[in-house]
């Protein structure tokens, strides 16, 4: 259902007339009707791999997740027409946002919503070549620890469900075609 989702936000890019309000609520109505449940079976969902440990000289640092409930910066509002006001993190580097549908988070996720992460990036350009091979890659590490996990979001950029193993912090590491960029998103357990 996440493709209805990308077809919505393509129609309503580029100078689109209809208030903003209807097209966040469209959006917002489009991911709850679209599976909250987080099955495996969506196919926009983000491909899990295997826990992965790191060096315990790479397990330092703190984790601090920086949720703005506020606008979207306006290379962000693509999409969405006039001023979109919704949960969103920015990338560390400024080149992506994390677009938050359903926060807070929940590790398991929760049974009556998803963990929906709509990721914009800022170059639209560069986003706009990337083909349905290329991939958008997470690599997330727990705060404190040295578990690390890895996601792949088919296509780059764009709508998916970002499950964790597990609630506390995570440090996301996203690359995707000529791009990277860092951030935190908490999960809080399920």
Not at 95 to 120: C, E, R
């Amino acid at each position: 259902m996440s493709a209805r989702l990308s077809r919505l936000m393509a129609r309503h890019s580029g100078g689109s007339a209809a208030p903003a309000a209807l097209v966040v609520v469209l959006t917002a109505v489009v991911l709850t009707v679209s599976g909250c449940s987080g099955s495996g079976g969506d196919p926009e969902q983000a491909e899990a791999t295997a826990p992965t440990h790191v060096a315990a000289s790479n397990a330092g640092g703190s984790c601090h997740p920086a949720v703005t409930p506020g606008l979207l910066p306006t290379w962000a509002r693509r999409g969405f027409t006039g001023e979109a006001s919704i949960r969103h993190i920015i990338g560390d580097n400024g080149q992506i946002a994390a677009v938050l549908f359903g926060y807070p988070y929940h590790a398991p996720a929760a049974k009556d919503s998803a963990n929906k992460i709509l990721w914009v990036a800022k170059d639209a350009e560069g986003a706009a070549r990337s083909g349905p091979d290329d991939h958008m890659v997470i690599k997330a590490r727990l705060s404190g620890t040295n578990e690390v996990v890895s996601r792949s979001i088919a296509g780059g950029p764009g709508p998916s469900l970002v499950d964790m193993p597990k609630p506390g912090c995570w440090k996301f590491s996203l690359s995707w075609p000529g791009h990277s960029d860092t951030l935190d998103i908490e999960y809080l357990a399920g």
